[in-house]
Every structure is written in structure tokens, then in C-alpha cells.
């Protein structure tokens, strides 16, 4: 069965400190999806990257930066040098191919708070 | 990115009544709509999928005749929320898939509506 696990609840962080969002995955399919999420107190979702399961590339967007590991199921997100706007839930999601339905399943979130 | 729209953002109604969600596509046509549920401080819970032209398909747990969902246009869904109770409060999230050309299909997500029913 697709399982998405984010362990840790909550996260509380002083600016300008690192850090290191969990996500861990589960599913039989060779071709998935992984997303991350963001939603601030709006709730509305803000798309933060999208990933296939064969590119298991690192990346990096500015200050944000992704480590996607197969042999562990896992793909991490970190936030480098926290700012306060970056105060928000975030979900990891997995979407299953080759037919790619569009269905995601999503982990029970990260609440990350920065602290000025 | 494309744009979906949900309305209302926000609604309040009383106990028995049935309330109406619209998800729009707003520059694109989407065969596919999902909706999705999201209580507070939890994650969201895929409801069903919706597919235009034919019935939605329900995740296991959801009663279909209680969330009412239409897919009568290429960009509007909607969800019906029949003879509503306080449990029934919830943000209540659409997506709409664009299939383009390529191997994965965009998934867009409107701005949720937020029901709390009295």
C-alpha cells in the first residue's frame, strides 16, 4: 500500500538556522511522483517541486534543497538559513504511475515555525 | 501556472442545509477534478475523483450521497455537501488535472473553501 510519513509534527527554529523536513515513502510501483507542498495560514497549496522516481538528482532552488534517496524511500527537504516567512505546514505527497491518475497521498504534514 | 478558483472561500450554515462548492478551471480544460478534505491541523484526504461526463469515484469511507459531486463541463466541478452537520466542518480543497503533452499530467490545486456548519 502507498503510505507517505513525515515524522515530525512540529518544528520550531530560531532565522537564519538550518533546517531538515522528513519525508518517508512506501509503494510497490517503479514509477511514482513525490511532491512537496507548501501551505501557509491561507491554506492555500503552494507547489514546491515535483520529482520522478527515476531522477534521483539533488536539487536546489535558491535556498530550499531536496535529497532524494531511493534505497531508503526517502526525500528530504531543507531549508537553509530559515526566515520567518517560510512559517507554514508542509506536506510531502506521492503520486503513483505509469498511468499517473493524478491521485496523491500525502503525509500528515510539518508544522515549521521560525522565530525572528 | 494554470489557475483553478474555488467559491465560496468561506461559508457558515446551519445544520441540515446543503451547501455548494464550485471548483473552476480557469485557462484550461480538466477532464479530471479531485477534492479533497483537510481538518484542522491534519493532512488532506483525497474524498473522490471527479471525471466529466461520468460518476464520480468515491475513496472508501466517503458517502456518496452525502457529498454530491457534479463534473457537468470540461471546467467546473462541483461538490454538494447534502443536509450538513458540525462534523461536516472542514476545508475542503479541489484540484484539476491538465494533461499535456509529456509523461506527467500538472495537477493544480484551488484556494479551498472553508465550511463550518452550526
Known amino acids: 500500500a502507498q503510505k507517505v510519513t513525515q515524522a515530525q509534527t512540529e518544528i520550531s527554529v530560531v532565522e537564519k538556522e538550518d533546517v531538515t523536513l522528513d519525508c518517508v515513502y512506501e509503494?510497490?510501483?517503479?514509477?511514482?511522483?513525490l511532491f512537496w507542498y507548501k501551505q501557509p495560514p491561507s491554506g492555500e497549496l503552494v507547489f514546491l517541486i515535483r520529482r520522478n522516481s527515476f531522477d534521483e538528482q539533488n536539487e536546489i532552488s535558491g535556498r530550499y534543497s531536496w535529497n532524494f534517496q531511493k534505497s531508503t524511500s526517502s526525500f528530504n527537504f531543507t531549508i537553509t538559513a530559515s526566515q520567518v516567512v517560510d512559517s507554514a505546514v508542509y506536506f510531502c505527497a506521492l503520486s503513483e504511475g505509469p498511468g499517473n491518475t493524478g491521485k496523491l497521498i500525502f503525509g500528515q504534514g510539518t508544522t515549521l515555525q521560525v522565530k525572528p | 501556472g494554470a489557475v483553478v478558483s474555488q467559491h465560496p472561500s468561506r461559508v457558515i450554515c446551519k445544520s441540515g442545509t446543503s451547501v455548494k462548492i464550485e471548483c473552476r478551471s480557469l485557462?484550461?480544460?480538466?477532464?479530471?477534478m479531485f477534492w479533497y478534505r483537510q481538518f484542522p491541523k491534519k493532512s488532506l484526504m483525497l474524498m473522490a475523483t471527479s471525471n466529466e461526463g461520468s460518476k464520480a469515484t468515491y475513496e472508501q469511507g466517503v458517502e456518496k450521497d452525502k457529498f454530491l459531486i457534479n463534473h457537468a463541463s470540461l471546467t467546473l466541478s462541483t461538490l454538494t455537501v447534502t443536509s450538513a452537520h458540525p462534523e461536516d466542518s472542514s476545508f475542503y480543497i479541489c484540484s484539476a488535472i491538465f494533461r499535456g503533452v509529456g509523461a506527467y499530467n500538472e495537477q493544480f490545486f484551488g484556494p479551498g473553501t472553508r465550511l463550518t456548519v452550526l
Open positions: 485557462d484550461f480544460q480538466a477532464t479530471t
Open positions: 509503494t510497490r510501483d517503479t514509477t511514482y511522483y
